[in-house]
C-alpha cells in the first residue's frame, strides 16, 4: 500500500532563517507530488506541484521554492523565512484521487 | 470561475441529529468532487467522492448529495457522532486523466458534534 512521509512534523524558526521540509512517498511510481499550506483557521492552498522529476510548477509567487530530486521525493525550502510563513504545510501525492501527509506545522518567530 | 462555495463556516449538531455541508461551483468543467475529513492537527483525509453521472453516493453514515443543474453538492452526515468533530473541506477539479488534476478546495466547514 502507498505511504506518505513528511518531516519534521513541527519546526520553531527565527525570521531569516532557511527552511528544509521534506516528503517522500512509498509504494507508487512516478506520482503527482504536491505542497499545500494551510494557515490557521483557515482553508488550503496550492503552493507547488509537480508532474515528475525536475517538473515544479508555481501556483503562489513567494519566497518558498520546491525541487525533486527523485521520482518520489518533494522537497520545501526557503532561503529567508517571513513572519507569514507561519502555518501548516501539508504534502500529498495523486495517480487519480489526493492523498495528504501527516503535515508540518512551521511557526516562524 | 474557478472558485467552490462552502457553507457553513461552523456548525454544531446534537449527537444523532443530522450534519448537513452545503457547496457550490461555477465551473462547468469540474468532473470529480471529493470530500475531506481534517482532524486538529493532521492531514486532510479523502473522505466520500462523486462524479457528476450519478445524484447521490453513499457511503455508511456519509452521503454524497449532487444536483448538476444547480452546480451544488452536499454532504449528509447521519447519526452524528462526536468523533465526526472535525472540519470538513469540499473540493472539485476537471478530471484530467490519472493523477494529472489539481483540485480547487472550499474554505471548510468546522463541525461540533455535542453529546
Known amino acids: 500500500s502507498q505511504t506518505i512521509h513528511q518531516w519534521p512534523a513541527t519546526l520553531v524558526q527565527p525570521v531569516g532563517s532557511p527552511l528544509s521540509l521534506e516528503c517522500t512517498v512509498e509504494g507508487t511510481s512516478n506520482p503527482n507530488l504536491y505542497w499545500y499550506r494551510q494557515a490557521a483557521g483557515r482553508g488550503l492552498q496550492l503552493l507547488f506541484y509537480?508532474?515528475?522529476?525536475?517538473?515544479i510548477s508555481s501556483e503562489v509567487p513567494q519566497n518558498l521554492s520546491a525541487s525533486r530530486p527523485q521520482d518520489r521525493q518533494f522537497i520545501l525550502s526557503s532561503k529567508k523565512l517571513l513572519l507569514s510563513d507561519s502555518g501548516f504545510y501539508l504534502c500529498?501525492?495523486?495517480?487519480?484521487?489526493?492523498?495528504f501527509g501527516e503535515g508540518s506545522r512551521l511557526t516562524v518567530l | 470561475q474557478q472558485q467552490v462555495k462552502q457553507s457553513p463556516q461552523s456548525l454544531i449538531v446534537q449527537k444523532g441529529g443530522i450534519s448537513i455541508i452545503n457547496c457550490a461551483y461555477e465551473n462547468t468543467a469540474f468532473d470529480y468532487f471529493p470530500w475531506y475529513q481534517q482532524f486538529p492537527g493532521k492531514g486532510p483525509a479523502l473522505l466520500i467522492a462523486i462524479r457528476p453521472d450519478v445524484s447521490e453516493k453513499k457511503e455508511g453514515r456519509f452521503t454524497i448529495s449532487f444536483n448538476k443543474s444547480a452546480k451544488q453538492f452536499s454532504l449528509h452526515i447521519m447519526d452524528s457522532q462526536p468523533g465526526d468533530s472535525a472540519t470538513y473541506f469540499c473540493a472539485a477539479t476537471p478530471y484530467s486523466g490519472a493523477g494529472s488534476y489539481q483540485l480547487t478546495f472550499g474554505k471548510g466547514t468546522k463541525l461540533s458534534v455535542i453529546p
Open positions: 509537480s508532474v515528475g522529476i525536475g517538473q
Open positions: 500529498a501525492w495523486s495517480t487519480g484521487e489526493l492523498f
